[in-house]
Nanobody, 123 residues
Framework: QLVESGGGLVQAGGSLRLSCQVS????????MAWFRQTPGRERVFVAR???????AYRDSVEGRFTISRDDAKDRVYLQMNNLKPEDTAVYYC???????????????????WGQGTQVTVTS
């Protein structure tokens, strides 16, 4: 089970930190990821962290967002800095199966999702 928190309303240039609480040992999960979705559009990849802590980001957030994992608290975070209005979306936490099969940037590769948290960035 995944539970996101930390969304909200922020001005452009501001920061937010999203948190995803995991109900099992987070370091036992093959891949954890963040996706986002806007109305009428498909859910798209934002960032992911593998069990070996290797990370990857979509190009538009590279250098502004950081995904991390706290094994002691079983949480995954998404630190979002220098936010832009185009970052406005519902953000979802996702957990991959083990073994992980398929591209880590493809939403169809993930089997468990949180309920989402709204992020709104005003100009």
């Amino acid at each position: 089970q995944l539970v996101e928190s930390g969304g909200g309303l922020v001005q452009a240039g501001g920061s937010l930190r999203l948190s995803c609480q995991v109900s099992v040992n987070v370091n036992s999960i093959s891949v954890m990821a963040w996706f986002r979705q806007t109305p009428g559009r498909e859910r798209v990849f934002v960032a992911r962290i593998r069990r070996d802590s290797v990370t990857a980001y979509r190009d538009s957030v590279e250098g502004r967002f950081t995904i991390s994992r706290d094994d002691a608290k079983d949480r995954v975070y998404l630190q979002m800095n220098n936010l832009k209005p185009e970052d406005t979306a519902v953000y979802y936490c996702a957990a991959g199966p083990d073994p992980f099969i398929g591209p880590t940037m493809d939403r169809r590769s993930y089997e468990t999702w949180g309920q989402g948290t709204q992020v709104t960035v005003t100009s």
